[in-house]
């Protein structure tokens, strides 16, 4: 135990001293925030909002033009299509919309015209309010009163209740949704960027003979286990930094940027742009979106505890489980061409179980599809932490899934220790399926 533990770690102090860690360690959590920083930057940074000129020869927007929607605004020109075409030319104006003369129970012929590309958000809103325009003119027509119609909608909070023989558990889809693929995605990342940081080192050993001379004073099974091991400790620190560091970072950016900014800076060009509008609605909605959220985060009720210590129990135990897999390959082959038939078998589980979350887990988390996912070692690293944001996992499915991933890392490790001790020092020969299951039986 004494030379695994000395093995993982030189591992361990090898890499953490390297500048690629170090900069990935400090780069990680500043690109991790500034991918959902920037684009609300841009957004906060952006120009004085979307303006579109209405060239209204059919009379549609006779009584008013549509309202100013977040950084989108509309202005009346010239019904002369011509002469509106000549001026949108002349003027800062983003997009052009004609309407022509039209049967309001047949409407066609708009057109929409712009210097560039619309872009699809512009290009919906314009849709959106020609059709809402339509929609007014018809009921007139029919004598149905649009503010009527309007009261007579509703959007109804369901509040959604688990049932269990332990009592009743309130519960947020959305929510369990959030975190049960930020703990998948966690999982299936960690495994492969560090699993394959197994291979590549147990091949660069080989490749360079040092094996050779390590071979001589420990066994092949304590070098892969210090291996991982040391890897594995690597992987968390690297994680825990960019954890702190992200926390740290939104912290201080979230003043900056936080929505409630944005809606004012928002509502301040539109009101520079146009007249002053329903801003208070505008701001009561955003208002309402937030409150809404808020009452899911609460409602979701999750077991915060369970959810830690299962994440952390199937983050390391699959980390194990496909690190020594990894090692096993990294060990049978002498270059990163000839790993690829052997990583195919080993990594299609965890691509698969990622793919089929999106379609199946999420969606039924209790069906039989993702219990037999969950149980399956290969996969329950992921499937298992898919399903509990959910709840509805019976303790005893719990368990086994984590015994049988304790049983499965036991397993993998004692078939990579069989392939790892012959093919550490197997040089230039191309191995098959065949002949690593030869390695499993020698003895010595």
């Known amino acids: 135990m004494s030379k695994i533990w000395l093995i993982a770690q ?7 001293r390297k500048k690629s860690f170090i900069i990935m360690s400090l780069i990680g959590p500043l690109l991790t925030v500034a991918l959902f920083a920037v684009p609300v930057l841009i957004a906060k940074m952006s120009d004085n909002g979307k303006v579109v000129a209405v060239a209204d020869a059919g009379g549609l927007f006779t009584d ?13 020109v010239s019904p002369d299509l011509a002469t509106a075409k000549t001026e949108f030319k002349k003027s800062k104006h983003d997009a ?10 047949n409407p066609a012929g708009f057109q929409v015209f712009s210097r560039k590309g619309l872009g699809m958000s512009l290009e919906n809103d314009i849709n959106r309010a020609v059709n809402n325009a339509i929609e007014s003119q018809r009921m007139q027509k029919a004598g149905i009163d649009r503010a009527l119609l309007d009261n007579m909608k509703v959007d109804v909070d369901l509040q959604t209740v688990s049932l269990s023989d332990d009592g009743e558990k309130s519960s ?3 929510i369990s949704t959030v975190v049960a693929y930020v703990f998948g995605f966690l999982i299936y990342i960690f495994i492969f960027i560090y699993g394959v940081q197994i291979m590549r080192g147990v091949m660069e050993e080989k490749t360079n003979r040092i094996v050779e001379v390590v071979i001589s004073s420990v066994k092949p099974f304590q070098l892969m286990m210090g291996k991982v091991l040391g890897i594995a400790g690597v992987g968390f620190t690297q994680l825990a930094l960019w954890v702190i560091l992200s926390m740290g970072i939104s912290s201080v950016m979230a003043g900056s940027i936080s929505p409630d900014k944005i809606a004012e800076d928002r509502a301040a060009r539109t009101t520079a742009v146009m007249r002053p509008t329903t801003g208070k609605d505008e701001a009561a909605k955003k208002e309402n979106v937030a409150a809404k959220f808020t009452q899911a985060l609460k409602s979701a009720d999750l077991n915060v505890p369970l959810l830690v210590g299962c994440f952390l129990f199937y983050f390391l135990g699959g980390y194990l489980f496909y690190g020594a897999l990894f090692g096993a390959i990294g060990s049978a082959v002498d270059s990163e061409t000839d790993t690829q038939q052997f990583m195919m078998p080993v990594t299609m589980p965890l691509v698969l179980t990622f793919v089929v979350s999106q379609a199946i887990l999420t969606t039924n988390p209790n069906g039989q599809v993702a219990f037999w996912m969950s149980i399956f070692p290969l996969t329950s690293p992921i499937a298992m932490m898919m399903r509990l944001p959910f709840g509805g996992v019976p303790t005893w499915q719990l368990l086994l899934s984590m015994a049988l991933l304790i049983a499965g890392f036991i397993g993998a490790i004692w078939i990579a220790g069989r392939i790892y001790r012959v093919g550490i020092l197997m040089y ?3 191995v098959t399926y065949g002949e690593l299951s030869k390695w499993l039986f020698y003895k010595g």
């Open 10 to 16: 030189r591992e361990y102090l090898t890499r953490v």
């Open 64 to 76: 008013k033009l549509p309202e100013p929607k977040d950084d989108i605004s509309f202005t009346r």
């Open 428 to 430: 230039g020969k191309k």
């Open 96 to 105: 052009l919309l004609y309407v022509p003369k039209l049967d309001i129970s």
């Open 172 to 174: 947020s889809t959305g």
